[in-house]
């Protein structure tokens, strides 16, 4: 049975876990040696490194046998088997001489501190081995930290993780911009929303939304990276989408009663998927025309005709 391995993961925890599947024993038969710890790369997305361990199996410890004591046979005193063999056997049993190795006390060694000795010892001054490792998940029932019951056993992140860590990019985008924002996680329907707010924030919105819609599209890379299930993610600047959706509710009616009175066929400039659904939405009763989409990404376009 293997006895050491290195295993991977984007986090310590996972990576832990991990290497305890590759194993196949619990958390409490392995020793725990963190070889990298997890870092982001370049705006969250690109040179990021993944959490590194190493696990070695703890083995229990055997006490040393006796050696073996030399018979003396019938006849024969002690000096006399010493004169043969150079070594004098005891005429009694020494408990001391007979005790293994790894049991004799030390005389030179320090008495053993008691387990309240070394609770009180500062972290420096601990052994190695009896330092607390930040990599070691807590036992059973000890209080999480805010972001460590985010990870499930399995070792996977959560949904909820993966937001922060997009909400987490754009707070780093903005302020790469000069810009100090707040960003806040929620969810509906359709997946999670992430809620800019601050000063100045037409920098990050752009000419019809355009910037944002870069920004949402770079954020949900970063959500659902190394994941195996997609995560809706939509990016919102107080509260831009639905101005932005009136807007566009406005102008769907208006160029529906132009192709009316017309009779012509209207095809609208290239718009973002989210823009056309709301197009399509606000004409799907209506009486007179329809809509359709023609063009590929992301030159896709809204065209209303008359049914």
């Known amino acids: 049975m293997t006895s050491k391995v290195t295993a991977v993961g984007k986090t310590v925890d996972e990576a832990i876990s991990q290497g305890l599947a590759q194993l196949g024993v619990t958390r409490d038969r392995v020793e725990v040696d963190v070889l990298e710890h997890p870092a982001k790369g370049f705006l969250g997305l690109f040179g990021g490194r993944k959490a590194k361990v190493e ?10 046998d006796p050696a073996p004591v030399p018979v003396q046979r019938a006849g024969e005193t002690a ?9 004098i056997l005891p005429t009694s049993l020494d408990l001391d001489n007979e005790t293994p190795r790894r049991e004799r006390p030390n005389p030179a060694a320090p008495p053993p501190a008691s387990d309240s000795a070394v609770e009180d010892a500062p972290e420096e001054t601990l052994p190695r081995r009896q330092r607390p490792n930040p990599a070691v998940p807590a036992p059973m029932g000890t209080e999480l930290s805010p972001h460590e019951d985010e990870i499930g056993e399995s070792g996977r992140v959560r949904p909820e993780e993966r937001y922060r860590e997009a ?13 100090d924002v707040k960003v806040d996680v929620r969810k509906n329907r359709d997946g999670g929303v992430l809620d ?3 000063p100045e924030l037409g920098m990050l919105i752009g000419r019809r939304g355009q910037t944002l819609d870069a920004l949402q599209l ?3 890379v970063v959500a659902n990276r190394d994941s195996d299930k997609f995560l809706r993610l939509t990016l919102d600047a107080e509260n831009f989408r639905r101005r932005r959706a009136k807007t566009l509710e406005d ?41 359709t989409s023609r063009g590929e990404e992301p030159n896709r ?4 005709t008359l049914k």
Not at 55 to 64: C, E
Request: hydrophobic fraction near 45%; avoid cysteine; proline fraction near 6%.
């Open 167 to 179: 909400a987490d990019f754009i707070r780093d985008v903005a302020e790469a911009m000069g810009l």
């Open 301 to 304: 376009r809204v065209v209303i």
């Open 55 to 64: 696990l070695t199996l703890v083995r229990p410890i055997r006490s040393a």
């Open 79 to 87: 000096s006399a088997v010493g004169s043969g063999k150079g070594t």
């Open 251 to 291: 102008l769907a009616d208006r160029l529906a009663e132009r192709v009316v009175r017309t009779r012509k066929e209207v095809v609208l400039e290239p718009m973002p998927p989210q823009e056309r659904k709301v197009i399509h939405a606000r004409l799907q009763n209506h009486p007179d025309v329809e809509t």
């Open 196 to 198: 800019i707010s601050g």
């Open 218 to 220: 770079l954020a949900s």
